[in-house]
């Protein structure tokens, strides 16, 4: 292995900046027991090098290995590690995909993504999935032992390039919303009103079109425009929108 990784994104309590939540407490502190890991990567050399760099450390146990998602499924289901160090493209199946599975037979499992990909879909999907943890290869391998550590203790780690792609999502999510709220509700014409409201009562399409002397289809195509205009799915969503932005009032 040698140095063949780079400089890991270090914990919340480290003055590193790294992305933790808090509740564990500090990286490091000794336990009775060995945390427990299983190494997932689709080359056999490469789960070696792993092994080996993770042989020295006293209080981390290497228990398994598997070359692809979904001999990590069963692996994680009969060991039930502590952390799964898996790789996100492999073959058959992804780490990703292999993610949710892991959770649902390992809850307790917390999973550190160890990759070669700075994708940012990939990191988003990594998190989304579960994963606690998303470093790249080019850490150095005595950080790899931190970085079990840390996440055992309850932090997440995030290599630095990809923290500040989330941080930049992360602004990027808080404009759109602002940007959002900026815009005016859409504006229903009279009709659309009166249909929203009889709507809002909880009349069918056929009521609410004897109602107003109206064809039925009309009044579907109301229906239709109104929520395309507020894009929501439902009608009633279109009713509890248009009540909290003030659309229509009903008394």
Same mark, same amino acid.
Request: glycine letters at 8%; charged letters at 30%.
């Given at each position: 292995?040698?140095?063949?990784?780079?400089?890991?994104?270090?914990?919340?309590?480290?003055?590193?900046?790294?992305?933790?939540?808090?509740?564990?407490?500090?990286?490091?502190?000794?336990?009775?027991?060995?945390?427990?890991?299983?190494?997932?990567?689709?080359?056999?050399?490469?789960?070696?090098?792993?092994?080996?760099?993770?042989?020295?450390?006293?209080?981390?146990?290497?228990?398994?290995?598997?070359?692809?998602?979904?001999?990590?499924?069963?692996? &994680?289901?009969? %060991? #039930?590690?502590?952390?799964?160090? !898996?790789?996100? *493209?492999?073959?058959? =199946?992804?780490?990703?995909? $292999?993610?949710?599975?892991?959770?649902?037979?390992?809850?307790?499992?917390?999973?550190?993504?160890?990759?070669?990909?700075?994708?940012?879909?990939?990191?988003?999907?990594?998190?989304?999935?579960?994963?606690?943890?998303?470093?790249?290869?080019?850490?150095?391998?005595?950080?790899?032992?931190?970085?079990?550590?840390?996440?055992?203790?309850?932090?997440?780690?995030?290599?630095?390039?990809? &923290?500040?792609? %989330? #941080?930049?999502?992360?602004?990027? !999510?808080?404009? *759109?919303?602002?940007? =959002?709220?900026?815009?005016? $509700?859409?504006?229903?014409?009279?009709?659309?009103?009166?249909?929203?409201?009889?709507?809002?009562?909880?009349?069918?399409?056929?009521?609410?079109?004897?109602?107003?002397?109206?064809?039925?289809?009309?009044?579907?195509?109301?229906?239709?425009?109104?929520?395309?205009?507020?894009?929501?799915?439902?009608?009633?969503?279109?009713?509890?929108?248009?009540?909290?932005?003030?659309?229509?009032?009903?008394?």
């Amino acid at each position: 292995m040698g140095d063949s990784f780079g400089p890991v994104h270090g914990g919340a309590d480290d003055g590193g900046g790294g992305v933790g939540d808090g509740s564990g407490t500090d990286a490091g502190v000794s336990r009775k027991e060995p945390i427990r890991v299983l190494v997932v990567d689709d080359h056999a050399l490469f789960r070696r090098g792993l092994e080996i760099v993770l042989a020295h450390e006293e209080d981390i146990e290497v228990v398994g290995e598997a070359g692809d998602g979904a001999e990590a499924v069963d692996k &994680a289901a009969d %060991l #039930l590690p502590d952390i799964v160090l !898996m790789d996100v *493209r492999m073959p058959r =199946r992804g780490g990703i995909e $292999a993610c949710t599975s892991i959770k649902e037979v390992a809850p307790s499992a917390k999973i550190i993504m160890l990759t070669i990909s700075d994708e940012e879909a990939d990191l988003y999907d990594a998190i989304k999935a579960g994963a606690t943890g998303y470093l790249l290869k080019e850490i150095s391998t005595d950080e790899v032992a931190t970085a079990i550590r840390a996440v055992a203790d309850g932090q997440s780690q995030i290599s630095p390039s990809m &923290a500040s792609k %989330l #941080l930049t999502e992360f602004k990027s !999510m808080i404009q *759109r919303t602002d940007e =959002r709220r900026l815009v005016p $509700a859409p504006r229903l014409t009279d009709r659309e009103l009166e249909v929203l409201k009889l709507v809002a009562t909880g009349m069918n399409n056929r009521d609410i079109a004897k109602e107003l002397f109206i064809s039925e289809n009309t009044v579907k195509n109301h229906v239709r425009n109104i929520l395309e205009k507020l894009q929501l799915h439902s009608r009633m969503e279109a009713v509890v929108y248009a009540m909290r932005e003030k659309i229509l009032e009903i008394r």
